[in-house]
């Protein structure tokens, strides 16, 4: 049980909500005051306070916007859709409006810090509910029961885990500093590998996303050595062709379980197509070890089938002839997949990498011998990083979960912050 009273936090504070920022307000660099959104409370690996701002808005628009200020001191979050399970919370530095995705808490009494502090560690989901976009309203922030206590007791609180809190993010961050080298070195690996890095006779190469290759390889159009394929969906204006599915069916929804570039091989899809359905369609059943790689809302991402699939029409698909071995294949398209998104990628919002591109596409060529012993080098380095990766992700998780549960202890009063070393007022 805390030793601090408990109230309603509509008591000592008011609620804020924001409103809808309509499309030519949008875009704004100048302004007397930041019109915040969702991400503008992107987390930080270390403070609480809202660092920028994407737009700017002047006093008339806010007037003519019907928004409301949320004066400095006051305390940002989500209050709505996924970022509302993210927990974010955010300390205003200045005046702020915000849009309809936002809701302030604007304390009346009491350290602003420790009220960071402590409504972080409130679960806003629980009263957001199970439906397909959890919601939380004034009234039910404002019904909130909170530990309070007294504001000279908040800023020992607030002092004590500013401390403590920054000691653990500087940590944290030194950690996330050896995961991008991590992450660098393992992508960095993949292009050496499959560029015969360990040849010492060179040549130029005529490919854009390598600079060299052996002598003795060749540079081959991919279609030379692998049926070119594609994939379709059944029209869903016929019912019957979407009974009885037990066709695998690769979608964009697959692209997340090959995102990281783990797994080689797909095995599960989230949807299947029926057999009426494949026959009277343009999709076409792929055999196991078909190359896949996505080309439009996630384009570049790729995998190999365990077995024999279909695709959407988001997919280009390559099967593999006896001179190509499917998975040295797959590692070169990963080993392009920022030339791939950054050359022949169209489209701002969703990029689409189109079949006349992926038709004429190139890869370096070695012995099928050769390919072999690639792709093994390739998993056997992947493998260490991935080992020493995993360790240091979980020692983050561990340290984040130390913290939240120290931010916990402390605004609960669960144990005594004055007494901490460190802790001198």
């Given at each position: 049980m ?36 969702v991400?503008?409370?992107a ?20 007037s ?7 004066p ?19 300390l ?9 995705n ?15 502090y402590?409504l ?10 199970s ?23 908040q ?13 653990i993010?500087d940590?944290v961050?030194?950690e996330?500093r ?7 070195r ?14 010492t006779?060179?040549?130029?190469s005529?490919?854009?996303?390598l ?10 159009r991919?279609?030379?050595?692998a ?7 059944p029209?869903r ?9 037990t066709?695998?069916w690769?979608?964009?929804?697959e692209?997340?379980?090959v ?19 494949l ?24 995998g ?9 029409q988001d ?28 050359r ?30 690639i ?8 493998s ?5 990766t ?9 340290m984040?979960e ?11 009063g ?12």
């Amino acid at each position: 049980m805390s030793p601090y009273p408990t109230v309603k936090l509509g008591r000592v504070a008011r609620i804020i909500s924001g409103v809808g920022f309509p499309h030519p307000y949008q875009g704004r660099e100048s302004g007397e005051h930041p019109f915040l959104k969702v991400s503008d409370l992107a987390i930080h690996r270390s403070g609480y306070s809202v660092v920028g701002a994407q737009n700017w808005v002047s006093r008339g628009d806010i007037s003519t916007l019907g928004a409301r200020l949320a004066p400095a001191g006051s305390v940002v979050f989500p209050k709505v859709g996924a970022a509302l399970l993210k927990n974010p919370r955010r300390l205003l530095q200045r005046p702020s409006a915000m849009d309809n995705n936002l809701m302030a808490v604007v304390p009346r009494v009491g350290d602003p810090r420790f009220w960071v502090y402590m409504l972080s560690t409130i679960d806003l989901s629980e009263l957001a509910g199970s439906g397909p976009l959890p919601f939380v309203n004034e009234t039910q922030v404002r019904d909130l029961r909170v530990c309070f206590p007294a504001e000279r007791e908040q800023r020992r609180i607030a002092d004590f885990l500013d401390a403590e809190t920054s000691r653990i993010d500087d940590l944290v961050n030194a950690e996330q500093r050896v995961l991008d080298r991590l992450a660098e070195r393992r992508t960095a690996g993949v292009v050496t590998a499959v560029s015969g890095g360990e040849h010492t006779e060179h040549r130029a190469s005529t490919l854009a996303w390598l600079e060299s290759i052996p002598e003795s390889w060749q540079e081959v159009r991919v279609g030379l050595m692998a049926r070119m394929g594609s994939g379709h969906t059944p029209s869903r204006s016929h019912p019957e062709w979407w009974v009885d599915c037990t066709v695998p069916w690769i979608t964009t929804g697959e692209v997340k379980q090959v995102r990281d570039d783990r797994l080689e091989d797909l095995h599960e899809t989230r949807e299947k197509i029926s057999e009426l359905g494949l026959a009277n369609s343009a999709a076409e059943l792929h055999p196991k070890g078909t190359v896949f790689l996505c080309r439009t809302a996630s384009a570049g991402y790729s995998g190999v089938m365990g077995s024999d699939m279909a695709t959407s029409q988001d997919f280009i698909t390559w099967t593999c002839g006896p001179r190509l071995n499917p998975y040295f294949l797959l590692w070169c398209l990963r080993a392009m997949r920022s030339d791939l998104l950054g050359r022949l990628a169209m489209g701002s919002t969703h990029k689409t990498i189109y079949v006349p591109d992926l038709q004429m596409l190139r890869i370096p060529v070695p012995s099928l011998d050769e390919q072999a012993e690639i792709v093994d080098a390739i998993r056997r380095q992947n493998s260490r990083i991935d080992n020493l990766t995993d360790k240091i992700r979980r020692q983050v998780e561990l340290m984040t979960e130390r913290r939240q549960a120290l931010i916990a202890a402390a605004v609960t009063g669960q144990f005594d912050v004055s007494t901490a070393s460190g802790n001198r007022r």
